[in-house]
């Protein structure tokens, strides 16, 4: 038996470690608490660049929550502001200027992850974030991503369909 656990430990593949580095962005929720989102600008320059526009044009500032799964978070549609959160404005809307390529990276889609929701696998997406709560690997190489939660993710835990995003900035970097 211990030969088994021994050879199982040697022959398991290890998955490295995701740590973008990029600029952070600070999620702030209304009644539920902040969080951060470390971003990858060398996995995908495009997609972040696109993202961390929007974000600095308040775009993702007063929107609802409108997706919550147990393994999954999302948001990014404006129409989610003021209409109902069942409408097909709020559950496909966007800022109306997709990303012009898919970036595909080789990051495992982990608890924390963040990506570019689209209208189908390997699509480029346009505003639409989500956040993987659970590993989820049946979306490698699916979905651009855009970083990965580096602070808060009990915030992330604890939100609920409806609730509201107060702001998104991009944080200062830190002066070394």
């Known amino acids: 038996m211990l030969t088994l656990l021994i050879a ?6 290890q998955v490295p470690v ?18 951060e989102i470390t971003t990858d600008p060398k996995c995908s320059p495009k997609t972040v660049a696109h993202v961390l526009a929007l974000v600095k044009k308040g775009f993702y ?3 609802r929550i409108h997706r919550v799964e ?3 978070t999302q948001w990014g549609a404006p129409a989610s502001k003021t209409k109902p959160l ?4 709020v559950l496909g809307g966007g800022s109306g200027k997709d990303i012009p390529v898919f970036e ?13 929701a689209s209208t189908g696998l390997q699509v480029p997406g346009d505003s639409q974030i989500f956040i993987l709560k659970n590993d989820t690997l049946r979306l490698y190489h699916s979905y651009a991503v855009f970083g990965k939660v580096t602070k808060g ?8 369909k409806g609730d ?3 702001a998104m900035r991009v944080k200062p970097p830190k002066s070394r």
């Open 70 to 72: 147990p393994w999954v």
């Open 86 to 89: 069942t409408t097909e404005e």
């Open 18 to 35: 995701y740590e973008p580095t990029g600029p952070v962005v600070e999620v702030v929720m209304a009644g539920r608490g902040r969080f």
């Open 8 to 13: 199982a430990a040697v022959f398991t593949p």
């Open 153 to 160: 993710m009990e915030v992330v835990n604890r939100i609920a």
């Open 164 to 166: 509201r995003i107060k």
């Open 104 to 116: 595909m990276c080789e990051v495992d889609f982990t608890r924390g992850v963040v990506g570019i």
């Open 61 to 63: 500032d007063r929107q």
